[in-house]
């Protein structure tokens, strides 16, 4: 009996570590589609190919909208987006030398002081 209780108790666990996963992942998503609005782009800055990496695919909206706010801020800038599970959610911006940080990964090595993220 007491082994049927923890097992369940381990299932419910895992599910909400899930869950709060995958809220996670999604704010971190909307929280760079914010920032990327709010970037303010030097008149003749050349960006050159934006690199983005996610944990997981992007739904079509997700990638439309964000190539549409790419194209917008950077007109003659390619954009690549590549699936890299190593960063555990959210994105990664690099473009023209800079690294714009929002992975799960890089948000807990802030949260807990490991390193640069």
Not at 14 to 20: A, N, P, Q, T
Not at 88 to 112: C, N, P, Q, Y
Request: include cysteine.
């Amino acid at each position: 009996m007491i082994f049927k209780i923890l097992l369940l108790q381990l299932i419910v666990a895992v599910g909400v570590v899930f869950v709060l996963k995958l809220l996670l992942e999604r704010e971190l998503l909307v929280y760079a589609f914010e920032h990327i609005t709010k970037v303010q782009v030097p008149p003749g800055r050349t960006s050159g190919e934006i690199d983005i990496l996610v944990a997981r695919p992007l739904s079509a909206q997700q990638e439309s909208h964000l190539k549409a706010l790419l194209s917008e801020k950077f007109p003659e800038a390619g954009c690549s987006i590549l699936v890299n599970g190593d960063i555990g959610g959210g994105m990664v911006v690099r473009m023209a030398g800079e690294v714009w940080d929002f992975s799960l990964t890089g948000r807990l090595k802030i949260l807990f002081g490991r390193g640069d993220a």
